[in-house]
């Protein structure tokens, strides 16, 4: 089992925490600061928020002898990303009054608000809990938000896929009950065998846990970068089951060379065509197999791909089958094409529309590009559409019936929406950024606040080398730590200190490789040199078809 001794500080805060409660209650209550207690801190997340400070504003602050303005970032639980208008004005209106404004789309198909001050935390969870939206275990050494494909109407399959995703989210959430009754009043628990919790214990997990499930060929959630990746086997349009893939994760940490991102390894196959039970059976094991063989002293080596590649993928296949009473089936083939959101009008096979829309890096906003946020806001208030999130941070306008679709076409056009969906460069539309400076503690470098910049750099240079036209999907982060998933792109970028970045070439097109530094520590300039002679060389050598991260591989560029 997992180290007993040396447990990190963590640890030892979640096993005498009282269920995740702590002393949040009464951090709280203290007036004088805009903090919470330290330990509460390492708590809070597992409800959802994390404890920031404005770090534009630290030098400043120091220097008139001001604490720092410390906020709070809140992040939604969206099994499959979705909210109906309601939800969706809900969201607007809290965004509004109690935090930025900005709405930030992530990257795990979900909604964060930052800039939420203490005193409005409470509120803020009361009125998502009005329209039935919550925080909880979105954060923290917990299962997060569970991903799926993103357009989940486009045939019956996705519907079930969808449905899957709430049903593992509500399979894995903790038993405490302590959310409702610190954020919601209710009553205290008097038995304490009421939230006894058979999967979690005291300890929760060691780390953080995320789940995704895709339907290929569009690989549109980057399923291979999750702890425990599901890719659906459909034959002839009828889900036979997934095959379960195990120990994807990103981050690694600059000269910790025991760190490294990993693409989870499919372990096998399990059909769901009887029941559901074995596959919600096989993960919940896998769950139970990290919580009991992470390691629980090093926080930096405690995801499961560290488990996985210390025990052994056989010894993991044979443990699942020990716990479950059942072996995995040899993995079925699948085959990823792309990695996409399909921008614009599409209808589904039920004759419903979507429209996906072009949201840069993830921020719903008024700005002088197009006003995204009123326009979604007065689509919501029609009632003539959903929201629905990507995991490339976009949003889309969906289930719009054939009579309403000119409706909402013409607020889209109004507020520019479509003007700017359809105008942005197909480099632009494949990038993301993770969110970094300003409320990013742990950012070395920008992202979302530079990325469109540099990506306006960049259009020229693919102007003149005549690769406008190519799909090549480019991402920032501030940090290795791998928010943007740049690790997983054609072109990576990772911030190594303010203004400088490493270059990362040899990502396949699909999210199958990984990509690998090829240049350390470039500036703007030398990011621009450098992606010009790529691009000079890969239009002169490239073969038919190959991708960019193919030819830097073909090449040994990497
Ligand atoms: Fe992340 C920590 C933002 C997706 C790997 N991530 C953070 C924190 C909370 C910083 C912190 O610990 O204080 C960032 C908050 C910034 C802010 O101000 O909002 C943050 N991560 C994000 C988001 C918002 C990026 C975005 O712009 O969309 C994404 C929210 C996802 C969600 O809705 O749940 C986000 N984070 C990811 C992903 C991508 C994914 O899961 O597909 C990864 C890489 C995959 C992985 O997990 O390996 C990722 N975030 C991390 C890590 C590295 C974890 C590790 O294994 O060491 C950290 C640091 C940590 O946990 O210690 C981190
Ligand atoms: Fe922050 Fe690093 Fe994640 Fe970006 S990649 S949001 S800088 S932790």
Same mark, same amino acid.
């Given at each position: 089992?997992?180290?007993?001794?040396? @447990?990190?500080?963590?640890?030892?805060?979640?096993?005498?925490?009282?269920?995740?409660? $702590?002393? %949040?209650?009464?951090?709280?209550?203290?007036?004088?600061?805009?903090?919470?207690?330290?330990?509460?801190?390492?708590?809070?997340?597992?409800?959802?928020?994390? #404890?920031?400070?404005?770090?534009?504003?630290?030098?400043?602050?120091?220097?008139?002898?001001?604490?720092?303005?410390?906020?709070?970032?809140?992040?939604?639980?969206?099994?499959?990303?979705?909210?109906?208008?309601?939800?969706?004005?809900?969201?607007?209106?809290?965004?509004?009054?109690?935090?930025?404004?900005?709405? !930030?789309?992530?990257?795990?198909?979900?909604? #964060?608000?930052?800039?939420?001050?203490?005193?409005?935390?409470?509120?803020?969870?009361?009125?998502?809990? =009005?329209? !039935?939206?919550?925080?909880?275990?979105? /954060?923290?050494?917990?299962?997060?938000?569970?991903?799926?494909?993103?357009?989940?109407?486009?045939?019956?399959?996705?519907?079930?896929?969808?449905?899957?995703?709430?049903?593992?989210?509500?399979?894995?959430?903790?038993?405490? =009950?302590?959310?409702?009754?610190?954020?919601?009043?209710?009553?205290?628990?008097?038995?304490?065998?009421?939230?006894?919790?058979? @999967?979690? #214990?005291?300890?929760?997990?060691?780390?953080?846990?995320?789940?995704?499930?895709?339907?290929?060929? +569009?690989?549109?959630?980057?399923?291979?970068?999750?702890?425990?990746?599901?890719?659906?086997?459909?034959?002839?349009? =009828?889900?036979?089951?997934?095959?379960?893939?195990?120990?994807?994760?990103?981050?690694?940490?600059?000269?910790?060379?025991?760190?490294?991102?990993?693409?989870?390894?499919?372990?096998?196959?399990?059909?769901?065509?009887?029941?559901?039970?074995?596959?919600?059976?096989? %993960?919940?094991?896998?769950?139970?197999?990290?919580?009991? &063989?992470?390691?629980?002293?090093?926080? !930096?080596?405690?995801?499961?791909? &560290?488990?996985?590649?210390?025990?052994?993928?056989?010894?993991?296949?044979?443990?699942?089958?020990?716990?479950?009473?059942?072996?995995?089936?040899?993995?079925?083939? &699948?085959?990823?094409?792309?990695?996409?959101?399909?921008?614009?009008?599409?209808?589904? +096979?039920?004759?419903?529309?979507?429209?996906?829309?072009?949201?840069?890096?993830?921020?719903?906003?008024?700005?002088?590009?197009?006003?995204?946020?009123?326009?979604?806001?007065?689509?919501?208030?029609?009632?003539?559409?959903?929201?629905?999130?990507?995991?490339?941070?976009?949003?889309?306008?969906?289930?719009?019936?054939?009579?309403?679709?000119?409706?909402?076409?013409?607020?889209?056009?109004?507020?520019?929406?479509?003007?700017? *969906?359809?105008?942005?460069?197909?480099?632009?539309?494949?990038?993301?950024?993770?969110?970094?400076?300003?409320?990013?503690?742990?950012?070395?470098?920008?992202?979302?606040?530079?990325?469109?910049?540099?990506?306006?750099?960049?259009?020229?240079?693919?102007?003149?080398?005549?690769?406008?036209?190519?799909?090549?999907?480019?991402?920032? *982060? $501030? /940090?290795?730590? $791998?928010?943007?998933?740049?690790?997983?792109?054609?072109?990576?970028?990772?911030? *190594?200190?303010?203004?400088?970045?490493?270059?990362?070439?040899?990502?396949?097109?699909? $999210?199958?490789? @990984?990509?690998?530094?090829?240049?350390?520590?470039?500036?703007?300039?030398?990011?621009?040199?450098?992606?010009? #002679?790529?691009?000079?060389?890969?239009?002169?050598?490239?073969?038919?078809?190959?991708?960019?991260?193919?030819?830097?591989?073909?090449?040994?560029?990497?």
């Amino acid at each position: 089992m997992s180290e007993q001794n040396n @447990l990190s500080a963590i640890e030892k805060i979640k096993m005498k925490s009282d269920g995740l409660r $702590g002393t %949040i209650a009464e951090s709280l209550q203290d007036e004088l600061t805009g903090a919470i207690r330290e330990d509460d801190q390492a708590l809070l997340k597992f409800h959802g928020m994390y #404890q920031q400070d404005d770090r534009d504003l630290r030098e400043s602050r120091a220097e008139s002898k001001l604490d720092r303005l410390y906020s709070f970032m809140i992040r939604l639980r969206l099994p499959g990303g979705f909210l109906n208008p309601d939800q969706w004005i809900a969201v607007h209106n809290v965004a509004g009054e109690n935090t930025t404004g900005v709405i !930030k789309i992530t990257t795990r198909q979900t909604i #964060q608000l930052h800039g939420l001050l203490k005193a409005n935390i409470k509120p803020t969870i009361q009125a998502f809990n =009005k329209v !039935k939206l919550d925080s909880i275990a979105t /954060c923290g050494d917990i299962n997060r938000n569970v991903l799926c494909s993103s357009h989940p109407k486009q045939s019956p399959i996705h519907a079930e896929i969808f449905a899957y995703a709430d049903e593992i989210s509500s399979l894995l959430m903790p038993k405490t =009950k302590a959310y409702y009754e610190i954020w919601l009043d209710e009553e205290k628990i008097v038995d304490k065998k009421d939230e006894e919790d058979p @999967l979690y #214990q005291d300890r929760y997990l060691p780390r953080k846990f995320k789940i995704g499930i895709v339907i290929p060929p +569009n690989n549109d959630i980057d399923v291979f970068a999750n702890d425990l990746g599901l890719i659906a086997i459909i034959e002839n349009n =009828k889900l036979l089951g997934f095959n379960v893939a195990v120990g994807g994760g990103l981050s690694t940490t600059h000269g910790n060379p025991q760190t490294y991102a990993r693409l989870a390894t499919v372990l096998g196959f399990v059909s769901t065509e009887e029941s559901k039970e074995k596959l919600f059976k096989t %993960i919940y094991e896998i769950a139970t197999i990290q919580r009991d &063989y992470g390691n629980r002293s090093d926080r !930096k080596l405690a995801r499961i791909k &560290y488990t996985i590649d210390r025990v052994g993928v056989e010894w993991f296949k044979e443990e699942i089958a020990r716990r479950t009473g059942f072996a995995l089936e040899p993995a079925r083939s &699948y085959s990823f094409t792309e990695r996409t959101d399909y921008f614009g009008w599409q209808q589904n +096979n039920e004759g419903l529309w979507y429209y996906t829309v072009f949201s840069e890096n993830g921020r719903v906003l008024d700005d002088e590009n197009a006003a995204t946020k009123t326009a979604l806001l007065e689509i919501a208030k029609t009632g003539k559409a959903n929201f629905r999130f990507t995991c490339n941070q976009n949003v889309i306008v969906s289930d719009v019936k054939e009579e309403d679709k000119a409706t909402v076409h013409q607020i889209l056009q109004e507020f520019n929406v479509i003007q700017f *969906t359809e105008k942005s460069s197909l480099i632009r539309k494949n990038s993301m950024a993770c969110v970094a400076l300003p409320t990013c503690p742990l950012a070395f470098a920008e992202a979302q606040r530079y990325l469109p910049t540099l990506i306006s750099r960049i259009e020229p240079l693919l102007e003149k080398h005549k690769l406008t036209e190519e799909e090549i999907i480019i991402r920032m *982060t $501030g /940090c290795p730590n $791998g928010c943007g998933r740049s690790h997983v792109s054609e072109i990576g970028f990772v911030g *190594t200190s303010l203004g400088r970045y490493n270059l990362h070439l040899g990502g396949d097109h699909c $999210g199958e490789r @990984l990509n690998t530094i090829y240049k350390e520590n470039l500036d703007e300039n030398g990011i621009l040199l450098e992606l010009d #002679q790529l691009f000079g060389n890969f239009v002169k050598d490239r073969n038919k078809g190959e991708s960019i991260g193919d030819y830097a591989v073909r090449k040994k560029l990497v």
